[in-house]
């Protein structure tokens, strides 16, 4: 018999034990964090994006839904439209110049913002509120700032004798600085996002190597040669990659400073997409377009993503 100092073990209840037991299972804990992700890609990539190629296989069009089989006719009709191809050497302009500057500014700012000064907290809050910002407001306010006639920014020109009294630049309506234009914004939008994923690269460089170098007699620009700009590559290429994403497909911008003029000027794929698909009514030839975009976001990813696995193996 149990002698009354024993204490008296209760058995562990079923349910208890079961979540002990699911708890213990990594593989189902996996999976059931996993899972909103899971949710949230089907619903608004996976679904939107099969149904685009359905469309871009159909007749389908704002005034007349039906779906019916029309092969590949819409790939066709893009491809004999002259604002298509304008269209696609737009986007590589404008994710091309976009990506030098946003990857040259971001770095330039990392630097800065991994000093060690007063008040860097408040630096990192306010170079963080372009991106945080509405892409709407923000762009609104850039419409007045570029205005032919109200532009601050010809005022500043005028002031310091870079233009004329009474003339004005016509930012948004001359294609070519309409484009720069455009350009500028998006920087202006993209460039904190890269500096802050440029900044964690920075801060996790070992401080030993830093320090063994300026034992060494090493200076500041055959450090930054030799050894921050070498160990921070991979991180570059991971925010060009980022980049070129949200440049190839934005159309923000471009929707709210130009609606793709003067001319087609300033068009891109996706406003181009959006103008066709929604505007004009024409979802499938709209899908079309949108659709082309894919093969070449998948080239861009795949060859930024060997080039970091190569800079990384060596």
Same mark, same amino acid.
């Given at each position: 018999?149990?002698? #009354?100092?024993?204490?008296?073990?209760?058995?562990?209840?079923?349910?208890?034990? @079961?979540?002990?037991?699911?708890?213990?299972?990594?593989?189902?804990?996996?999976?059931?964090?996993?899972?909103?992700?899971?949710?949230?890609?089907?619903?608004?990539? @996976?679904?939107?994006?099969?149904?685009?190629?359905?469309?871009?296989?159909?007749?389908?069009? &704002?005034?007349?839904?039906?779906?019916?089989? &029309?092969?590949?006719?819409?790939?066709? *009709?893009?491809?004999d439209?002259?604002?298509?191809?304008?269209?696609?050497?737009?986007?590589?302009?404008? +994710?091309?110049?976009?990506?030098?500057?946003?990857?040259?500014?971001?770095?330039i700012? &990392?630097? !800065?913002?991994?000093?060690?000064? *007063?008040?860097?907290?408040?630096? *990192?809050?306010?170079?963080?509120?372009?991106?945080?910002?509405?892409?709407?407001?923000?762009?609104?306010?850039?419409?007045?700032?570029?205005?032919?006639?109200?532009?601050p !920014?010809?005022w500043?020109?005028?002031?310091?004798? =870079?233009?004329?009294?009474?003339?004005?630049?016509?930012?948004?309506?001359?294609?070519?600085?309409?484009?720069?234009?455009? !350009?500028?914004?998006?920087?202006?939008?993209?460039?904190? =996002?890269?500096?802050?994923?440029?900044?964690?690269?920075?801060?996790?460089?070992?401080?030993?190597?830093?320090?063994?170098?300026?034992?060494?007699?090493?200076g500041?620009?055959?450090?930054?040669?030799? !050894?921050t700009?070498?160990?921070?590559?991979?991180?570059? #290429?991971?925010?060009?990659?980022?980049?070129?994403?949200? +440049?190839?497909?934005?159309? @923000?911008?471009?929707?709210? =400073?130009?609606?793709?003029?003067?001319?087609?000027?300033?068009?891109?794929?996706?406003?181009?997409?959006?103008?066709?698909?929604?505007?004009?009514?024409?979802?499938?030839?709209?899908?079309?377009?949108?659709?082309?975009?894919?093969?070449?976001?998948? #080239?861009?990813?795949?060859?930024?993503?060997?080039?970091?696995?190569?800079?990384?193996?060596?």
């Open positions: 018999m149990a002698t #009354a100092t024993e204490e008296k073990v209760e058995p562990t209840p079923v349910k208890e034990l @079961a979540r002990r037991t699911l708890a213990d299972r990594e593989g189902a804990l996996a999976w059931i964090f996993l899972l909103p992700s899971v949710v949230y890609i089907v619903a608004l990539v @996976a679904v939107p994006f099969v149904l685009a190629i359905g469309f871009a296989f159909s007749d389908v069009s &704002a005034g007349d839904p039906t779906f019916d089989w &029309a092969g590949f006719r819409n790939f066709a *009709r893009a491809f439209d002259p604002v298509f191809w304008r269209s696609l050497g737009n986007t590589f302009v404008f +994710t091309g110049v976009s990506m030098v500057f946003i990857v040259l500014f971001g770095k700012l &990392a630097n !800065i913002l991994v000093a060690d000064f *007063r008040g860097k907290w408040v630096v *990192r809050f306010l170079v963080l509120l372009p991106w945080t910002t509405p892409v709407a407001l923000s762009s609104i306010s850039w419409l007045w700032l570029l205005d032919s006639i109200y532009s !920014i010809d500043v020109l005028r002031q310091v004798g =870079l233009l004329d009294a009474g003339a004005n630049m016509y930012w948004l309506g001359e294609p070519g600085l309409a484009m720069s234009s455009v !350009i500028a914004v998006h920087v202006w939008r993209l460039v904190p =996002l890269a500096a802050v994923i440029m900044m964690a690269g920075l801060v996790a460089i070992p401080r030993d190597i830093d320090e063994a170098a300026r034992v060494d007699g090493a500041y620009w055959r450090r930054m040669f030799e !050894i700009i070498p160990l921070v590559l991979p991180v570059v #290429a991971v925010a060009a990659l980022f980049g070129a994403i949200f +440049t190839f497909t934005d159309m @923000a911008v471009v929707r709210i =400073l130009t609606r793709g003029g003067p001319n087609d000027s300033t068009q891109v794929l996706s406003s181009w997409a959006f103008y066709r698909g929604i505007d004009g009514g024409d979802v499938a030839g709209g899908a079309a377009v949108a659709l082309f975009l894919f093969p070449l976001l998948l #080239a861009a990813a795949v060859g930024i993503l060997r080039v970091v696995r190569r800079i990384e193996v060596s």
